[in-house]
């Protein structure tokens, strides 16, 4: 400023530098079940098969990608989404520096959409957790991940809104709506902070296409991080059950 009179313009990118370290890019292949056989394009052999209450089904080969977020450096612990690793056969990590590493899961919940991994690997980054019950809307996020296969891909944006439900997303919802922008391949990475400080993985986005139209949807940090403690400890997520069926009160209900 001194040299040219004018005030430095804001930038986020010290914070962002120290962030990407932890955050991953995700390669996964494996075979998933489909039904679409040759037969099945004939009415008469789809019926035929459907009477019997079975459709016969071949193996399809895919490759998927998506994000991923260093949790825990010393154990090699990554947050992902379940969806991203669904019938993965074998997952390759890909971090900053191009060094590749394969990854194992070590426990996956499809309810929330969480999944934990593990990978052998030495020098790795974590990030630090923050408080998503901090958060309010307005707040400025950036989200960080693998949009299109485009590593380490930076987006700004605010909290839209907090604690969307009944989306039918996943079975248990309480996500944080931000603007910005999430595309096929982000799911898994990081939402965080002007700190630097995790407060979502990045889950799902409306859109009438399949790119960003500002409405995407991240799994609050806290809540991905106790599901992935259970999935280190026991295998699987634990839930207890209420035998009661709650609604929403409507004002004719409370009048009644």
Do not use: W
């Amino acid at each position: 400023t001194a040299e040219t009179g004018f005030p430095v313009p804001p930038t986020l990118a010290p914070m962002v530098e120290r962030v990407l370290p932890s955050v991953v890019s995700i390669a996964v292949t494996g075979t998933s079940p489909s039904d679409s056989t040759p037969l099945l394009a004939d009415p008469f052999f789809r019926q035929f098969f459907e009477d019997f209450g079975q459709l016969p089904q071949s193996q399809t080969p895919f490759q998927a990608a998506g994000s991923g977020v260093i949790v825990d450096a010393s154990e090699g612990l990554l947050l992902t989404n379940a969806h991203v690793v669904a019938n993965a056969e074998h997952i390759t990590v890909r971090l900053v520096d191009g060094t590749e590493a394969d990854a194992k899961v070590v426990g996956v919940d499809t309810e929330t959409d969480v999944a934990a991994l593990r990978i052998a690997q030495a020098g790795l980054v974590e990030i630090p957790i923050g408080r998503p019950s901090s958060l309010r809307v307005g707040d400025y996020v950036v989200a960080i991940g693998n949009p299109f296969g485009l590593e380490q891909t930076v987006t700004l944006g605010i909290v839209s809104a907090l604690g969307r439900r009944g989306l039918g997303i996943e079975g248990y919802e309480n996500f944080i709506q931000t603007d910005a922008s999430i595309n096929p391949g982000n799911s898994g990475g990081a939402l965080v902070n002007l700190a630097g400080e995790l407060v979502g993985t990045n889950t799902a986005i409306v859109t009438p296409s399949q790119g960003s139209a500002g409405i995407g949807f991240a799994i609050p940090a806290d809540l991905a991080m106790k599901i992935a403690e259970q999935l280190v400890s026991e295998g699987q997520v634990r839930r207890g059950q209420l035998g009661v069926i709650i609604q929403d009160v409507t004002p004719d209900i409370a009048r009644a």
